[in-house]
């Protein structure tokens, strides 16, 4: 997979982001959050954040928030970002690019930028993890050999555990 692949794999099997707010269903706070497996409160911090924009149903300041297409599929989108461990900025500024030009060549861009060090980043903890693993795997020998040469075995060590 090429390095571009990467940036659009944040959005295979999101629909158009940008579609018209009031096309398609229009959902409750309740409804979407029930169907990305989110609290209400997760869903008004990303509308805090400035990640979502739904409509206001009714005058009070306070009315109900109605959530159209585009807020799902910039909902999805966030999920996904989420999960790839982007920032809520990183995941901000992605969105925001959406609307710059219509072949999203400068979203594309920051993308790949972006997948590109959070790649580094995860191939350092990699590293980090199997250097852990390795001391403590020599750890766990050197103490075995130690029991063995002071004549308790595992099995022995494993029964005085659980007495």
Known sequence: MDRLSVGKGMMDGVEDAGDDLMSGPRLA????????????????????EGLLSPER??????????????????????C?????????????DFLNLYD???????????????????ISALEQQLADVKQTLSELCTIDTQISEHLRRNGITETQDMEEKHS
């Open 29 to 48: 706070i309740g409804e979407l959050a029930g169907e990305f497996g989110l609290t209400h409160r997760t869903i008004r911090h990303y509308e805090d």
């Open 100 to 118: 710059t030009d219509d072949a999203q060549i400068e979203q594309m861009r920051y993308m790949r930028t972006i997948a590109r060090r959070r």
């Open 57 to 78: 149903i009714g005058s009070a300041p306070g009315g109900a928030r109605v959530y159209g297409h585009r807020d799902r599929a910039r909902l999805a989108l966030i």
């Open 80 to 92: 996904r970002g989420k999960r790839l461990g982007f920032s809520l900025a990183e995941i901000k």
